[in-house]
């Protein structure tokens, strides 16, 4: 029999459901977790369903405080779930430092169980290790104490962030070049000055179009300075706080730590990786920054380099003048609500999939919910909440509410994402496709029976490789000609398109370089904690990025990977080099060729964690992944 999906309170009923929910399912992890000390099986498979037992309950309350915490619009809500996340970190802590349990998992004869069960066992004692378990009791004591603080310490770097929308105020003319619908959206207040702030929905189209530079330079700086000051001591607290811990488990620093468990290995590799991709994009950068600068000096003639505050603008009108891409025709042809349906049309074609929606209870009126059908059968359940508001998550991810078990829960996920609500950029439609593509990994690898290896449980630096592919059909004219038509109905041309897509290329090496400023600055301030965060910004900045540091801005405290991803941020090059090379196999000529589809999705997304990342893509590829197609397109 199919499960229900999960029922979700009504507003009126939502901070009991809180309560309910997550500490209901930690009770229940509790008294499984004692059941199990007080009576251990002595069969390897009945210690591993116990296990199960208890980190579905975890996952569950995990899952409930999280998207609670970053979504709901009551204050009092969000605080709530932080403190039942608190909770759920505690008991987690507690149970990776739970010598009893661990002496009753590490001594069970695995050698009958199947290969899932072997690869579950291997990864809770490994899990026991890297909490600390075989340490003595004080240092045991004291990874429980710095568990806590890391995630006290992250959910206020967090929390300054969605707190710490910044706004700047200017006259109409100061607006010059935006769009007209984003003017009207943006009338002036009693005293004559538009407020724009920093969300996405306000600053990045100003960014993009406003040809005043002053405006830009303005916005530039306030969105750089996004929870300044107070996330600096946050971060250098959370940084120390990380160091001592890896210590204390024999790591050199936390980048070491954390890489031992991703593809990558170990921390001297990610700084390897990112000095190939900057060496890799260097010729590139540097030739179309130059096309920027002469574009700039035509309009300053003394201008003798240009920084972030003029790269968008200048971007732009490189590519209207040089590629005749205007992006402000072009987002005529994506209006909102035609992008959110042509995007579940093209994947339910894609994957086999339908999307129904469903009239549920949600946390906000914008959020939208859908079940998941295959073959007419309810798999899953997904909720789109795509637009801005106060206190909700600033950025763009996906957040698990279930974790799909075998027979016993369907998989669900979130979607939050801060688009306007009217005509979108191209660029914010490949974000949602990107987005919505971790989604799909959720609930398509949400059919198992261990709840470790459900939806998107791989290595944490190939999670974005599904996602980046997925990118690709939001760039194919005929995957574009099923949902983008104007206010008059004409679909975007296919010319268009292409011009789209050679104009997306200029670019592309700068903007290779930019991601390894920020791979590198998140991996070296997690190698040796610097006494100066902003310096080891212009440090880092300096080394990698080709355009200059903007003085007296501080990136690092509105740069909220630096709490989820921590010395990881290389993942999305590492994962975007694997997502080139699966692309491959499929026939542009052909985007929904079905025979490749099917193979993709049964052996990378419906494998979740089953199998290790490189396996995946190998069966899928027939051949071990390699750097060549990425090599490739770079150099195109």
Not at 15 to 40: F, H, N, Q
Not at 80 to 100: I, S
Not at 297 to 309: E, F, G, K, L
Not at 513 to 537: C, K, N, W
């Amino acid at each position: 029999m199919t499960p229900e999906p999960l029922r979700l309170p009504d507003a009126a009923d939502t901070l009991t459901w809180i309560g309910t929910r997550c500490d209901g399912e930690l009770a229940r992890a509790r008294e499984l977790a004692a059941g199990l000390r007080a009576t251990p099986p002595t069969d390897a498979l009945d210690v591993l369903n116990a296990w199960n037992d208890i980190e579905i309950a975890v996952a569950n309350a995990a899952a409930a405080a999280s998207v609670y915490s970053q979504t709901n619009p009551d204050q009092a809500v969000r605080d709530a779930a932080d403190q039942a996340m608190q909770r759920v970190d505690a008991f987690h802590t507690d149970l990776g430092l739970d010598r009893e349990l661990y002496d009753i998992v590490s001594t069970v004869d695995g050698s009958g169980l199947d290969a899932d069960a072997s690869r579950l066992l291997a990864r809770i004692l490994r899990d026991f290790r890297r909490a600390g378990v075989d340490r003595d009791q004080a240092t045991r004591e004291r990874l429980r104490e710095l568990a806590q603080q890391e995630l006290l310490a992250g959910q206020e770097f967090s929390k300054n962030i969605r707190a710490g929308v910044r706004t700047i105020r200017v006259r109409p003319d100061e607006l010059a070049g935006m769009p007209d619908d984003w003017m009207r959206a943006h009338e002036p207040g009693d005293d004559g000055l538009v407020a724009v702030t920093t969300d996405y929905p306000d600053s990045v189209p100003l960014a993009t179009f406003c040809s005043v530079a002053s405006t830009r330079r303005a916005m530039t700086a306030q969105r750089l300075n996004i929870a300044w000051p107070a996330n600096n001591a946050v971060l250098q607290r959370l940084l120390t706080l990380r160091t001592e811990h890896a210590r204390l488990l024999g790591y050199a620093n936390w980048a070491d730590y954390d890489a031992e468990v991703k593809m990558i290995g170990d921390g001297a590799a990610i700084g390897v990786f990112i000095d190939k991709i900057a060496d890799a994009a260097a010729e590139s950068a540097q030739r179309d920054k130059a096309v920027l600068l002469r574009r700039l000096q035509h309009d300053v003639p003394d201008a003798s380099d240009i920084d972030t505050a003029d790269v968008n603008y200048y971007s732009e009108l490189v590519r209207k003048e040089d590629y005749a891409v205007d992006a402000q025709l072009t987002r005529t042809f994506f209006a909102f609500e035609k992008v959110r349906q042509g995007l579940l049309d093209v994947t339910g074609r894609l994957f086999g999939l339908s999307w129904q929606r469903v009239d549920a209870p949600r946390w906000h009126e914008d959020v939208a919910s859908y079940d998941v059908l295959r073959d007419g059968e309810r798999i899953g359940r997904i909720h789109l909440d795509l637009h801005p508001r106060e206190g909700k998550y600033k950025h763009a991810a996906q957040f698990d509410l279930a974790s799909g078990v075998r027979g016993r829960q369907l998989p669900e996920g979130v979607l939050v994402c801060n688009f306007g609500t009217g005509l979108m950029e191209h660029s914010q439609v490949v974000t949602l496709f990107h987005e919505f593509g971790h989604l799909i990994h959720h609930v398509l690898g949400g059919d198992q029976e261990w709840v470790r290896f459900s939806g998107v449980a791989t290595e944490w630096d190939f999670v974005e490789a599904p996602s980046q592919m997925l990118e690709e059909w939001a760039w194919d004219a005929a995957v574009l000609a099923t949902f983008a038509t104007d206010d008059s109905g004409r679909t975007i041309p296919a010319d268009l398109v292409e011009r789209m897509r050679a104009a997306d290329d200029f670019g592309k090496g700068f903007h290779a370089r930019t991601q390894m400023f920020y791979a590198a600055l998140s991996l070296g301030i997690h190698e040796s904690v610097p006494a100066d965060l902003t310096e080891a910004v212009r440090a880092a900045q300096a080394a990698y990025s080709v355009f200059p540091y903007i003085d007296d801005t501080h990136f690092h405290c509105a740069f909220g990977h630096l709490d989820g991803y921590g010395s990881g941020y290389y993942t999305y090059m590492w994962s975007l080099v694997i997502a080139k090379d699966m692309f491959s196999a499929f026939d542009r000529a052909d985007m929904f060729a079905p025979q490749v589809a099917a193979r993709y999705r049964d052996r990378v997304l419906a494998r979740g964690g089953t199998g290790d990342a490189a396996d995946l893509v190998a069966d899928f590829l027939g051949r071990p992944y390699t750097f060549d197609a990425y090599a490739a397109w770079l150099a195109e």
